[in-house]
């Protein structure tokens, strides 16, 4: 898989932000010294997801879609990673940590996008817009009543579906939104301006709406509320489109950084190559500590976190390469896909000179 440094920085960040979330004190009001931190809740994790159909998009071509046997290969590849995660969520859910673990539904989501790897950019956006607009509402039609506070009462395979966190039918719309932007060329000089345009307007086409839809209502209209919140997980069209919204700006930043300053981002970009060992190694570390600092979080615990992330996953990415948990997953997956799929593993045939 093609590696695009300012992916890699911006997973960094939706990492960190994801600590911050976990372990952060956001203290209020916002303009407070730690008030911004809220800032991170939610749009972290989406932008997280986000990138995992950006990572499909690569590993199944980028901007140049393969074709035949070599995307055969890749889809079996992106499903091999996808079953493999399962299990990895289902051992982290059973540490007993009070957080909302990703993985289960990042494995569903991301074996269903291996549908979609031939997909247009505008079939690939479209399909993300009928999941932003529908998924919201068959989500809610669940009812809170199958539904206990964090505690979902619907079996697991369901429950990342239509549980109370990650739902997938709401979530694939970042996939999606993923996958299209990876199959755009990022290395192209006028793609940041252009994804900061589009995220500005997601941006403030998302929250707006969904600020001035909540005022206007009547405080008795709980469900019509409840379908335009721009809360933290709100799961709305309203709170999807802005974080889209937020995640693309934050890429057109990352690759401007990354290509000017490559250097300098180094540590951040190397969490982002090792954002699955980072990811996991923060919840063990969680369970190892104790629930207490989730229950309450200090921002000096969360500065521990973040400055040994940095330090550790800088040293093992310039040491020793992809990180152990990647590792595990590229092997397996490639494994498994050479043996399933032995002639994607042929190059792609070169164009002959003309003579």
Do not use: K
Request: hydrophobic share 55%; glycine share 10%; with cysteine.
């Amino acid at each position: 898989m093609q590696r695009v440094v300012g992916v890699d920085l911006l997973r960094g960040l939706a990492v960190l932000g994801m600590f911050t979330a976990h372990v952060g004190h956001d203290a209020p009001p916002f303009w407070s010294p730690s008030g911004w931190l809220v800032v991170a809740d939610g749009r972290s994790a989406a932008t997280f997801a986000l990138l995992a159909g950006v990572s499909a998009a690569l590993l199944s071509g980028g901007p140049r879609p393969l074709e035949g046997p070599r995307l055969a290969h890749a889809r079996a590849r992106v499903l091999v990673r996808a079953v493999a995660l399962w299990p990895l969520g289902v051992v982290l859910i059973g540490l007993g940590t009070p957080v909302a673990v990703i993985l289960p539904t990042y494995a569903v989501m991301f074996a269903l996008v291996t549908v979609a790897l031939r997909w247009r950019r505008a079939t690939l956006l479209a399909a993300a817009a009928a999941f932003a607009l529908v998924g919201p509402v068959v989500w809610a039609a669940v009812g809170e009543e199958t539904r206990a506070a964090g505690i979902p009462r619907l079996p697991q395979a369901l429950d990342v579906l239509l549980g109370v966190h990650y739902p997938a039918v709401v979530w694939m719309a970042y996939l999606l939104v993923g996958v299209a932007l990876g199959r755009t060329d990022l290395a192209a000089r006028g793609t940041p301006a252009r994804l900061a345009l589009a995220g500005l307007v997601l941006g403030v086409a998302g929250y707006g709406v969904g600020a001035l839809a909540t005022s206007a209502l009547d405080p008795r209209l709980t469900l019509g509320r409840a379908l335009v919140s721009i809360e933290p997980h709100a799961n709305t069209t309203p709170e999807v489109v802005g974080n889209v919204g937020v995640a693309l700006v934050l890429l057109a930043a990352c690759l401007v950084v990354a290509r000017r300053v490559p250097a300098v981002v180094a540590p951040l970009a190397a969490t982002g190559a090792l954002a699955l060992t980072a990811y996991c190694g923060h919840l063990v570390a969680i369970a190892v500590l104790g629930s207490s600092v989730v229950w309450s979080p200090s921002n000096a615990v969360l500065v521990a976190f973040v400055l040994v992330t940095l330090a550790a996953t800088w040293a093992w990415r310039s040491l020793v390469g992809r990180g152990p948990l990647e590792l595990a997953l590229h092997v397996l997956s490639g494994t498994v896909a050479d043996a399933v799929v032995p002639e994607g593993r042929r190059p792609a045939p070169q164009p002959q000179p003309v003579t």
